[in-house]
């Protein structure tokens, strides 16, 4: 793996909030652009509310996990190791909106939470370590 796989993965997280979004807009009622705010406020179908939930987690993780991959770079951490953490935390947070989206055991949201946000505490781990 390179690194052009782990910038790939950045702009696939950043991406990742509109698709939320985006299937909130569209379990719901007719959406209303003039009010998207109070919309999802106003709709009963919980799917809105869960991708809604799961487009502004995806906005809270991706910061983090941008820094992240370019503080290991920066740091001269192996590019493969970045790259691998990279796929891994899109790969979850792939499964985080899924399984969010779907209404599924909170649980299993809860951990493949986690595993997203431990790639990312990892990246910046190795970042620290590599500059000590």
Known sequence: MNL???????????????????????????????????????????????????????????????AGVVLAQLAGVATDRIALLAVLFVVFRILHGLVYVAGWKHSLRSLVWFVAFACVVVLYVQAALQVA
């Open 4 to 66: 052009a796989i782990a910038y790939w993965c950045v702009l696939i997280a950043a991406l990742l909030p509109y698709i939320w979004v985006s299937v909130a807009k569209a379990s719901g009622e007719r959406y209303d652009n003039r009010d998207p705010r109070g919309w999802t406020a106003r709709q009963t179908n919980p799917r809105v509310h869960r991708a809604n939930a799961a487009q502004l987690n995806g906005y809270e993780a991706f910061a983090p996990f941008a």
